[in-house]
């Protein structure tokens, strides 16, 4: 089981857990209540006596480690010494500080309760998992480069996991490969991107290394321009310092390209929590009385809609409507031109908006349906996104993440106009740090950045 398995599977075990254990000891302490009348503090008293002996119970077990996490059988294992530990600590518990006609009636009606509900959970567990990576689109399509035997090993291990990765095939370079039960496309490697293109495969393993070929390099570089990730299949001992990232599917070795914190569903999951959080923060104590103040003064100032929405290129480079307040006059060139210094199509109020990046706010719906961050590289017109890919190099590696309302190029000084290339590229070369470099405290620095920048000023601000 992969590290976004074992996260997503403990998540679903300790959010499961915590419910039926606190349910259960509701329901057992109602019906104890009627055949027995009990005082306010014996509740309080023992339902953290409830939870205390079940989480040291756990710990004892490692019922939440991701040595636990490695197969449905061994979660069953520890879930039952678990339960047994938890009854006899809270029996325990019971029996020296309550009475006796107390005591029975608590003890078999939570244990009998509990019991029932954590094998009903632990039961559907494995459907629910692969419920959840099929709706959450775990399933990604990957391809093979290289029909060896380390590629052969590869392919069986994304046939054994069906519910989260779809094998295509081998893009195979060798036309003599062996036969297999394994479909083998031969396919050059410069076709290998455009093929992966067109029939949608999200990731391509490689079991030829760079230094093995040096067409690798140039494949590399086409996939990250078509958001097609890359990653090898190598033995530990082969790896060079230019690469980052290792993981393991079982026992075989996999090298990312390049290192992608917010590739890992923990990281992703946190950095979504702390988007929901702070967006609703945003709507609790700002919008709900900025967005009607700041309606009534944009319809006051100019004709035309008080929100502003366009298509702009979003993370692996699909499009999604990005809303904000209106800041120009309707015109036929919002698509195409972006905003310059002193631009006639901007508004009187629309100067202030920009200048206090208050026109962006309405983006804080966008983070909470989900294709925008709070923290991200800024998301381009489409128009921008296929000009400046084919000028900048790398262009398209920040479409990797999901754009933000503000970023790491931003706080920094590239934001707004780029007037020249030169000016895309150290936008791009930040975006591309940022997604290397990501950590939950990062976000919060460049929000307070971000913060200190609006009450700074900023001169591209136009």
Same mark, same amino acid.
């Given at each position: ?29 109602? %019906?104890?209540?009627? $055949? ?7 509740? *309080? ?82 459907? *629910?998992?692969?419920? $959840? ?10 391809? *093979? ?21 779809? &094998? ?52 590399? /570089? ?9 990653? &090898? ?15 393991? &599917?079982?026992?075989?070795? $996999?090298?990312?390209?390049?290192? /992608? ?167 791009? /070369?930040?975006? %591309? ?12 620095? %460049? ?10 000023? /900023?001169?591209?601000?136009?």
């Amino acid at each position: 089981m992969n590290n976004n398995n074992t996260y997503l599977l403990k998540l679903s075990l300790l959010c499961s857990d915590f419910a039926i254990i606190n349910f259960t000891y509701f329901i057992s302490y109602i %019906i104890t209540s009627l $055949i027995t009348k009990l005082h306010q503090a014996f509740f *309080i008293e023992t339902i953290l006596a409830f939870n205390i002996s079940w989480l040291v119970s756990s710990l004892i077990t490692s019922l939440y480690s991701n040595y636990t996490m490695r197969t449905i059988e061994s979660v069953l294992r520890a879930t039952i010494q678990t339960t047994l530990l938890h009854f006899m600590f809270f029996s325990s518990f019971i029996l020296f500080f309550y009475s006796t006609h107390v005591k029975y009636n608590l003890l078999i009606v939570s244990s009998v309760l509990l019991i029932f509900l954590l094998s009903m959970s632990r039961i559907y567990l494995t459907y *629910i998992i692969e419920f $959840i990576a099929k709706k959450s689109r775990l399933n990604k399509r990957i391809a *093979i480069v290289g029909h060896n035997e380390m590629g052969v090993k590869l392919a069986n291990y994304f046939i054994d996991h069906t519910s989260i990765y779809s &094998f295509q095939g081998f893009l195979d370079v060798n036309p003599s490969a062996k036969e297999s039960q394994h479909e083998s496309i031969v396919r050059t490697l410069g076709d290998c991107v455009d093929y992966a293109v067109e029939n949608n495969i999200n990731e391509i393993y490689s079991t030829i290394l760079p230094d093995q070929n040096e067409a690798i390099q140039e494949l590399i /570089e086409n996939a990250e321009k078509n958001c097609v990730r890359v990653k &090898f299949v190598t033995p530990t001992n082969k790896l060079s310092s230019h690469f980052y990232q290792l993981e393991y &599917f079982d026992n075989i070795p $996999i090298v990312s390209h390049r290192p /992608e914190p917010l590739h890992n569903l923990k990281n992703r999951l946190k950095k979504r929590i702390f988007d929901v959080l702070v967006s609703s923060l945003a709507f609790l104590f700002i919008l709900w009385w900025l967005v009607p103040i700041l309606a009534i003064i944009i319809k006051i100032n100019s004709k035309g809609p008080v929100f502003f929405s366009q298509l702009r290129s979003g993370r692996d480079n699909k499009s999604f409507l990005c809303f904000k307040f209106r800041s120009m006059t309707v015109n036929k060139e919002s698509n195409l031109l972006q905003a310059t210094k002193n631009d006639s199509r901007v508004t009187s109020v629309g100067r202030i908006l920009r200048k206090t990046s208050l026109d962006e706010f309405p983006q804080f719906f966008n983070v909470l349906i989900g294709n925008m961050s709070i923290v991200g590289p800024r998301p381009h017109m489409l128009k921008h996104t296929e000009e400046y890919s084919a000028l900048v190099d790398k262009y398209m590696v920040r479409q990797f993440m999901k754009p933000g309302i503000t970023g790491w190029a931003q706080v920094n000084g590239y934001r707004g106009e780029t007037s020249e290339t030169v000016m895309m590229e150290k936008r791009v /070369e930040h975006d %591309i740090w940022y997604m290397e470099n990501w950590s939950l405290m990062l976000d919060i620095k %460049i929000i307070f950045m971000t913060i200190i920048s609006i009450f700074k000023g /900023e001169p591209a601000a136009y």
